[in-house]
Structure formats: structure tokens, C-alpha cells
Nanobody, 125 residues
Framework: QVQLVESGGGLVQPGGSLRLSCTAS????????MGWFRQAPGKEREGVSC????????YYADSVKGRFTISRDNAKNTLYLQMNSLKPEDTAMYYC??????????????????WGQGTQVTVSS
């Protein structure tokens, strides 16, 4: 059974930083393209950043380019999202996903994607 456990969310002031982690079990992590998605109240879920199995290909939503960095440690079965210069509009529930579709200009889930339970990020003064 695939399990994805996110951590690292919380309350941070505008301009601050957070590092999200996602630890995976029940799958061969190195075989999966991974991603971070977010959903704010009243809005659809959006792909924030995705990374392919080797880490050699990444995607970032325009709204986070230059501020967020996705990475993975296949030896630790862990996915990361370093978030800097956070803005109030980054406030959302952030979800880790395994088995995403990633390319130069897209990052999306599918019916076969596995999802974590989410971690809340709130950016507010």
C-alpha cells in the first residue's frame, strides 16, 4: 500500500521560508515521477512543481518560479519543496503526489496518481 506523508507546513510571515518533505513507502520511489500540488479554499488544485524520477527534469508553475525549489533523495525515499519569499497567495493545503505526468511545460496528476494527506501552509502577518 502506497503511503505519502507530508511534513513541514505551518504559519509563516510574508517573505519567510518553509521546507516541505514527503516521505514515501510502499513503492519503488526511484521509479516514480513526483510532484507537489496545492489547493486553496474555493480554488481548484494546481500543480506547483514536479520532478522526474532521476531529478533531471523539473517543472515549476509560473507563480512560484525563482522562489520554490523541488528536489528528491531517492536513497531516502523523500521528496522536498524549498519555499522562499513566501507570499499570502501561497496559502493553501500542499499535497505530495507519486506517479505524476511531468514535462517542460506541464505537471499533472492522473487516475493512477497516489496522493498524500496534505500539509497546510499559511502565509500571514
Amino acid at each position: 500500500q502506497v503511503q505519502l506523508v507530508e511534513s513541514g507546513g505551518g504559519l509563516v510571515q510574508p517573505g519567510g521560508s518553509l521546507r516541505l518533505s514527503c516521505t514515501a513507502s510502499g513503492l519503488t520511489f526511484r521509479d516514480y515521477d513526483m510532484g507537489w500540488f496545492r489547493q486553496a479554499p474555493g480554488k481548484e488544485r494546481e500543480g506547483v512543481s514536479c520532478i522526474n524520477w532521476s531529478g533531471g527534469s523539473t517543472y515549476y508553475a509560473d507563480s512560484v518560479k525563482g522562489r520554490f525549489t523541488i528536489s528528491r533523495d531517492n536513497a531516502k525515499n523523500t521528496l522536498y519543496l524549498q519555499m522562499n519569499s513566501l507570499k499570502p497567495e501561497d496559502t493553501a493545503m500542499y499535497y505530495c503526489a507519486a506517479g505524476v505526468q511531468v514535462g517542460d511545460d506541464y505537471c499533472s496528476g492522473s487516475r493512477d496518481t497516489n496522493w498524500g494527506q496534505g500539509t497546510q501552509v499559511t502565509v500571514s502577518s
